[in-house]
């Protein structure tokens, strides 16, 4: 079974921290992603690599960065938290450059106050 | 870049009904369209997709059709069941676009006894 896990499942924060979110997936999969979910929003890419030290904008990178040293490692990183970001974040994966499976973990749920 | 519509947000029917989900996009490169389904408190995780190169595809009591020319797809869910309560999402990218999926809003599906 593919696993991703993602290292805080429940995270409080203050204005203005600087937050990491941690991603492991452990198939050797090329592809992550990290996705913001909210309600009546859906699932909004925010960052994803199709390869180590590989990183591509999605739909709303701002006030995110990524970094991915190794391959099953993908960290989202908030340089500056702000109330607006909290909310749900996935982290998914998936095999190779064509369309396939994403692999999502169980999410991490960030509070900003 | 890609949009995708969903519709309806919730939906309820009694147990054994049917139930259909409809999409739309925007990109008319797109060739791939998965469904998740996210149960309460876990992953989402896909439970069907079709290519564009298929119109219609079944998987016991779930089916998906496409139509290409209009930009729409929809599931297609028979005798639901209590389990088939959840949040299903639906998706749409491009070959090339590396598993790049754009989702849809979400639709709440609740099955009723």
């Known amino acids: 079974d593919v696993k991703v896990t993602q290292s805080s499942r429940y995270l409080v924060k203050r204005t203005g921290e600087k937050v990491f979110l941690e991603c492991v997936q452990d198939m050797d999969h090329e592809n992550m992603f990290w996705y913001r979910q909210d309600p009546g929003l859906g699932l909004r890419l925010i960052y994803f690599s199709y390869d180590v030290k590989m990183k591509e904008k999605g739909d709303i990178p701002e006030g995110y960065s990524v970094s991915r040293e190794k391959k099953e490692r993908f960290s989202l990183i908030l340089e500056s938290a702000s109330t607006n970001q909290t909310s749900m974040y996935l982290c998914a994966s998936s095999f190779g450059a064509l369309t396939g499976e994403l692999f999502f973990g169980e999410g991490s749920r960030l509070t900003v106050l | 870049g890609e949009n995708v519509e969903q519709h309806p947000s919730t939906l309820s029917v009694q147990e054994g009904d049917s139930a259909v989900i409809k999409c739309t996009y925007s990109?008319?490169?797109?060739?791939?369209f998965p469904w998740y389904k996210q149960e309460l408190g876990k992953r989402p995780q896909l439970i069907i997709d079709?290519?564009?190169?298929?119109g219609e595809k079944k998987d016991q009591r779930i089916a998906v059709t496409l139509n290409k020319t209009a930009k729409h797809f929809s599931l297609h869910i028979t005798e639901t069941q209590p389990e088939d309560s959840a949040v299903y999402f639906c998706a749409a990218s491009r070959t090339g676009g590396g598993n790049k999926l754009t989702f849809g809003t979400g639709t709440q599906l609740k099955v009723e006894l």
């Open positions: 079709i290519r564009s190169n298929v």
């Open positions: 990109d008319s490169a797109s060739n791939y």
